[in-house]
């Protein structure tokens, strides 16, 4: 049984996009503000890696929910 919510394995920063990898399959979003997942904008569905595109904010909040309703939760600071 799975309990724990996915896990960055690795995240950086290219130019204007954030780049990160999980540890499973899950589905993401992100938004410039803390939020609940499933309102914030979408990233990806079922999937272990990622990108998303940066403006001028500087912090960055990224949550991934797996296949079993397990949610990680991360500040991203650019």
Do not use: H, M, R
Not at 10 to 19: A, F
Not at 49 to 60: A, L, N, P, Q, R
Request: proline share 1%; charged share 20%; glycine share 8%.
């Amino acid at each position: 049984v799975d309990l724990v919510g996915p896990e960055l394995l690795s995240i950086y920063k290219q130019e204007t996009t954030v780049y990160f990898t999980l540890d499973e399959i899950a589905s993401c979003e992100y938004y410039f503000e803390e939020f609940d997942y499933g309102s914030g904008t979408d990233i990806f569905s079922l999937s272990s890696s990622g990108s998303f595109v940066i403006t001028d904010v500087k912090e960055y909040f990224l949550a991934c929910e797996d296949i079993f309703g397990n949610v990680g939760e991360w500040v991203v600071q650019v």
